[in-house]
């Protein structure tokens, strides 16, 4: 074990706190604005032929914002979000992974730590070894291993109260709530497990079994909170997402025998 001097313990301290402070920060902007989007949407805004365009326009933001939601909760199972902090990155993790789809916090962490100690492996919950190139079958099979019956009910009963109770249209349910969830499920599966553990006829670069996506900064962004960045994320699992860009142009600029 490496002990710290005394100087080296501020400086760490200082970058913990730095780390906590961005994390906390760009987590409460997605959180803010995925909240803003969802009740103006629901409780607000007039669903109408005209309004339509736009609509879609929210539904897709409001598609990457879940996508932060569940982002940001696995940065906190890493304990990367806020580091030092377990009971606040527990609290904050399992608040936004049952806000996404009523997960089990429990369930999700430890199936994620599984991931990380036999990644593309039959003994990945993540991974499909009977279906290790197919996208359809694998998305199908990631569904019935983490979209349970907890998840069903929270689903259900927010549908159920929105529609039968607070009068919200069902036609607004639908294309504003339902079809942004799912539409971040296939994409937080495609960027952020699909791409980067499918089989191909390049082999892996070691026993993680993960890639990584060329992908600029900003589509990186897009795609998947720079999760695309993966065999990065497997080889630093505690560096936060929105660090992952930096380790992966160092990565690059080393491989390439330039300077990072």
């Not at 803003?36 to 669903?47: A, Q």
């Not at 993790?93 to 599984?114: I, Q, V």
Request: glycine fraction near 8%.
């Amino acid at each position: 074990m490496q002990f710290m001097t005394d100087a080296a313990a501020p400086n760490i301290e200082m970058s913990r706190v730095r780390q906590s402070v961005i994390g906390l920060g760009l987590a409460f902007t997605n959180v803010a604005a995925w909240l803003v989007i969802h009740f103006y949407s629901m409780f607000v805004f007039d669903l109408t032929w005209a309004s339509l365009p736009f609509a879609l326009v929210m539904g897709a933001v409001q598609c990457w914002l879940s996508v932060g939601l569940f982002i940001i909760s696995h940065d906190a199972m890493h304990g990367s979000l806020a580091p030092g902090r377990a009971r606040l990155n527990s609290a904050i993790g399992a608040s936004l992974l049952f806000l996404y789809a009523g997960f089990s916090w429990d369930k999700m962490r430890n199936a994620h730590f599984d991931h990380h100690k036999k990644p593309g492996s039959p003994g990945d919950p993540d991974f499909d070894h009977e279906n290790p190139r197919k996208f359809r079958r694998w998305y199908m099979t990631f569904l019935k291993r983490y979209f349970g019956w907890q998840s069903l009910l929270f689903v259900s009963g927010v549908v159920a109260i929105y529609w039968l109770v607070l009068g919200v249209p069902v036609e607004k349910i639908v294309l504003l709530y339902g079809v942004p969830a799912i539409a971040s499920s296939v994409q937080l599966f495609y960027f952020g497990t699909f791409r980067p553990h499918r089989h191909s006829d390049i082999a892996f670069a070691d026993w993680h079994n993960a890639r990584s996506d060329d992908f600029g900064v900003l589509a990186s962004l897009a795609s998947c909170f720079h999760f695309g960045y993966h065999h990065e994320h497997h080889l630093n699992p505690n560096v936060p997402w929105w660090a992952l860009s930096d380790v992966h142009r160092r990565t690059v600029a080393k491989a390439s025998g330039g300077v990072a």
